[in-house]
């Protein structure tokens, strides 16, 4: 149970925010919604204060630490039990008899369904029973993995568990990570989203347990395949969400990824969940549906270099939405951008002062190449031709993709109009913006191009792999006619 203790705060923290920010929004499913935030964003919440902890204090940042997690959870939970759960026994036992009627009718309801609507339910059943068949086959893939390989991959046992290392065993000299000695191999400017939250587990219960970081990882595979099923649940069906959901868990790609203890599935959960957030905003014209996309965002911006490019694709994106929404007043946008902005703001600010005062510039920003040497670069067409053939050849491998980008492509082609209904331009202008931007990213490299290629390539599809699967199944599921929401 001490395992798990470290989970504790961080949910409480990361359900009571998701409470407010959800809190006016009508949105259905949403005790899915709740749960499956309660964990990214309260690791959010943890390692921002692990770094201010540590970057404002001297001495004790440990004690420092988790104090601040005891202050913010009161500061979340006593205007709750003050103004909403007043008499909280008497709300859980009125909601416990209102599911459970609810159950009896809807038992009752079976018996008298026709046969058009039993074979409705058959189906659901099955798809429900497949997604349930998927997780437990995916924690099983997991375990057995993670069992074999505890310590993760080379960037987990060289990078971001090191940076961990250095806040639990040196809090007083836990600035050493930013060191000459050390800092070309622990890349000082990369931002500790995962070393604060797998540190934290260690401080809580006082030793570098070895499963923690297992667990940490274990959570973000889980929660993308929750979003995806939240996001159909709620805008097309259940049982699309199941199909999706289950499709996504068999991906060979995301099983390896998972158990390598590495931040691009947390990273992919982020901008998932930002850009489906963005989607849903535009859809409905919710101020705090775009404040969650940026908090979103920002969190993206904390997690790895790349979410830089993640967050710099979704302001583009946001600024053709607000070019292109003419029925929107101009006091509407100028809301709606402060909305976005805020979300966007404790993550990345957070971030930007760690690479100024700790990182450097990086091996791109810092590079100090002239402006002629990026143009250069970029006009090479050998290079040009040889990423293309890179990206053709990873996303067409069957066996990593069980053919998710088949299917994208597939759905851009058949789609027609569909493609630029409901906002889900937005969804598609995502992945490419991404994709395009790492191939960018491959023009101006430092590193032998194809040994980067290689290397990272397929790493850095997951980010955008989810969306493409989510895009591909919205397109697939309006072709269905009289798709009912249930």
């Known amino acids: 149970m001490n395992t798990f203790s470290p989970l504790i705060l961080p949910a409480l923290n990361g359900f009571l925010l998701s409470y407010y920010l959800l809190k006016t929004i009508p949105i259905r499913y949403k005790a899915l919604l709740l749960l499956t935030l309660s964990l990214p964003l309260g690791f959010l919440s943890t390692s921002l204060i692990m770094f201010w902890a540590y970057t404002t204090h001297g001495f004790k940042q440990n004690l420092v630490a988790i104090h601040y997690h005891y202050i913010l959870c009161a500061a979340l939970l006593i205007p709750i039990l003050r103004r909403d759960w007043q008499n909280p026994i008497k709300n859980v036992w009125k909601n ?16 008298n369904l026709k046969r058009k609507e039993l074979l409705e339910l058959l189906g659901k059943i099955t798809t429900a029973l497949l997604f349930f068949s998927s997780i437990l086959y995916f924690l099983r893939y997991y375990v057995g993995n993670a069992s074999w390989n505890p310590i993760g991959g080379w960037d987990a046992q060289y990078l971001w568990n090191v940076k961990a290392h250095f806040y639990f065993r040196a809090p007083e000299y836990w600035r050493n990570m930013y060191a000459n000695i050390v800092a070309g191999w622990f ?9 604060g939250s797998v540190a934290w587990g260690w401080i809580w219960v006082q030793k570098e347990i070895l499963i923690w970081p297992i667990i940490v990882s274990a959570i973000f595979p889980l929660a993308i395949c929750l979003i995806v099923l939240w996001y159909f649940a709620s805008e097309v069906s259940l049982w699309v969400g199941f199909l999706a959901a289950s499709f996504f868990l068999m991906v060979p790609t995301y099983q390896f ?16 969940t930002s850009t489906l957030f963005f989607t ?4 409905k014209q919710e101020n705090k549906l775009f404040l969650i996309s940026g908090l979103f965002a920002g969190s993206a911006f904390w997690t790895k270099n790349e979410g830089i490019l993640f967050t710099a694709c979704l302001t583009v994106i946001f600024g053709i939405f607000l070019l292109i929404s003419k029925e929107l007043k101009y006091e509407t946008k100028k809301k709606i951008a402060l909305y976005f902005i805020l979300g966007l703001s404790i993550p990345i600010l957070t971030t930007i002062y760690l690479k100024i005062h700790y990182g ?20 090479d067409f050998t290079k040009t031709k040889l990423i293309a053939v890179y990206f053709i050849f990873f996303k067409s491998n069957f066996q990593e993709w069980r053919g998710l980008w088949a299917l994208f492509y ?3 082609v058949l789609g027609g109009k569909d493609l630029v209904k409901n906002k889900r331009w937005i969804i598609l202008a995502m992945v490419c913006l991404i994709d395009l931007g790492y191939a960018f990213v491959f023009h101006i490299t430092p590193i032998e191009l194809k040994f980067h290629i290689q290397t990272s390539l397929l790493r850095l599809l997951q ?5 493409a699967l989510v895009f591909a199944t919205e397109i697939f599921a309006a072709s269905i006619p009289n798709l009912r929401k249930n």
């Not at 416990?96 to 018996?111: E, M, P, T, V």
């Open 463 to 467: 980010h955008t792999a989810v969306l």
């Open 360 to 379: 450097g510039g990086g091996i791109y920003l810092g590079s100090k190449r002239s402006l002629g040497e990026y143009v250069k670069l970029l006009s």
């Open 410 to 412: 597939l759905a851009i």
């Open 280 to 283: 849903l905003a535009a859809r």
């Open 96 to 111: 416990l008899a209102s599911s459970l009627d609810d159950i009896r009718r809807k038992i009752l309801g079976i018996i």
């Open 187 to 195: 890349l000082p400017d990369y931002p500790h989203f995962l070393p």
């Open 257 to 272: 990824w998972s158990t390598t203890q590495y931040a691009d599935i947390p990273l992919s959960f982020f901008i998932t």
